[in-house]
């Protein structure tokens, strides 16, 4: 079956480094990748969105990365502050786009 | 314009009570979906509605039943709720992109306790 990976520990960061979150999934060939992000007690808040044939997508001081080969996503938040700290969760989707399938979250904390 | 709206935020039922969870959206979307949030657990598709008028089960339906009310209106109905069903109730909404790919728009969530 499908399956969807993320960092189910913690990552801590100082404020102003990068922090990468990392997805894989399996079983699965996806034509998009989303991120989310979700904050405490709300819905989740769409970020981003690659496709399959973008290596790349960029959006102020987020990145995400899609390698279709090894089946992972990455994502980047360059210059981190506390206000990043949140939930993120990643989130591929087939070309019919309804059944996205999410994964269950990296949560982020950014220290002062 | 509210977005996603769901009522109630909070409810408590008694197992084998009923209830309906409503959801609108005010952005003209097609499609509308019903998910639910455990802990440790990504977000999981119980229905969706690609478009007004058609309803699909998605991967954890048993239990529920919904209703596209309209084009805004997508309701969720339990039964007869069992404990099993407490959890965080996410309504979202979504329209193809121009480059492709759906990006959902989510309501703040229903916490449903089943005691």
């Known amino acids: 079956s499908q399956k969807i990976e993320q960092n189910s520990e913690a990552l801590n960061i100082q404020e102003g480094k990068t922090a990468t979150l990392t997805c894989n999934y399996t079983n699965y060939s996806p034509a998009y990748l989303q991120w989310y992000r979700q904050d405490p007690g709300r819905g989740p808040v769409f970020l981003l969105l690659?496709?399959?044939?973008?290596k790349e997508k960029r959006k102020e001081r987020l990145k995400v990365t899609f390698d279709t080969t090894l089946k992972q996503s990455l994502f980047h938040i360059t210059a981190s502050q506390p206000a990043d700290s949140a939930t993120y969760l990643c989130?591929?989707?087939?070309?019919?786009?309804?059944?996205?399938?999410f994964g269950a979250g990296t949560r982020l904390f950014v220290k002062a | 314009n509210a977005g996603v709206t769901q009522t109630p935020k909070f409810q408590v039922l008694k197992t084998g009570q009923s209830m309906t969870l409503q959801c609108a959206q005010d952005m003209n979307h097609n499609s509308m979906y019903w998910y639910r949030q455990d802990p440790g657990m990504g977000l999981r598709l119980i229905y969706y509605s690609a478009s007004e008028g058609t309803t699909d089960k998605g991967e954890v339906p048993n239990g529920y039943n919904v209703s596209r009310l309209n084009k805004r209106e997508f309701s969720l109905r339990l039964e007869s709720a069992a404990p099993s069903q407490t959890s965080v109730y996410f309504c979202a909404s979504s329209e193809v992109r121009t480059s492709g790919g759906y990006e959902q728009y989510f309501g703040p969530g229903t916490r449903l306790t089943v005691t």
């Open positions: 690659i496709r399959e044939n973008e």
């Open positions: 989130a591929p989707q087939g070309t019919g786009g309804f059944k996205t399938i």
